[in-house]
Every structure is written in C-alpha cells, then in structure tokens.
C-alpha cells in the first residue's frame, strides 16, 4: 500500500506562482512512475503531467506545458510540481498519483492517463484574477 500526501496549495492572484509537493509512502519509490492531475468544479479530472521513475522524463499537458514542471527527489520520496504563470483556469484540486511496476517488470512506465494505482487526497489550487 502506497500513501501519498499533497501540500502547497493555496490562493494566489494570475500571474503568480506556487509549488505543490507530494510525500510518499514505501520502500520502492524510486522504481513508480508518478503524475499530477487536476479536478475543476464541475468538470473531469485531467492529466497535468507526468514523470518517469528517474525523473530523466517529463510528460505535460498541452495546457500546462511551458508553464508547469514536475521533478523528484529518490531520496526523499518526494514529487513537486512548480507551477509558474498560473491562470484563474488552473484552479483546481491537484491529485498526485503513483503507478507501481506491474508483474514481471522493475520499473513502472510512464503513462499521461489517469492509470494510476495509488492517489493522494488533494490540494486545493486556486487563481485569482
């Protein structure tokens, strides 16, 4: 069982900046694929971004990309989102997820689906404008 847990979020005007992290549970975390989504009211989750197992992948949104970059710390178990120019349409509940290697592999691929196995509780995001 993985646990995740998001931190960061908050209000800020259009134009602003804010950095969301994600601490995880387990041993492993360094072999799990990670993602950010995002829920506005009203509206289907969707996929923000995404990074590979070692961080030397990146994986964005059209509508994020230029703007949002995701990264990771192995040694802390730890994924952060820096979300720069953000805009009142990013506000939104930000998930953050974990996709563990399947059978048989090592290392989990990574995917801009919402294939993940394990997610977060959220944190709240909200632009101002």
């Known amino acids: 069982q993985v646990q995740l847990v998001e931190s960061g979020g908050g209000l800020v005007q259009a134009g602003g900046s804010l950095r969301l992290s994600c601490a995880a549970s387990?041993?492993?975390?360094?072999?799990?694929?990670m993602g950010w989504s995002r829920q506005a009211p009203g509206k289907e989750r969707e996929f923000v971004a995404a990074?590979?197992?070692?961080?030397?992948?990146?994986d964005y949104a059209d509508s994020v990309k230029g703007r949002f970059t995701m990264s990771r710390d192995n040694a802390k178990n730890t994924v952060y989102l820096q979300m720069n120019s953000l805009k009142p349409e990013d506000t939104a509940v930000y998930y953050c997820?974990?996709?563990?290697?399947?059978?048989?592999?090592?290392?989990?691929?990574?995917?801009?689906?919402?294939?993940?196995?394990?997610w977060g509780q959220g944190t709240q995001v909200t632009v101002s404008s």
């Open positions: 387990g041993r492993t975390f360094s072999s799990y694929a």
């Open positions: 997820g974990a996709r563990p290697p399947k059978a048989g592999q090592n290392i989990a691929t990574m995917t801009r689906t919402l294939a993940y196995d394990y």
């Open positions: 990074i590979s197992w070692s961080g030397g992948m990146t």
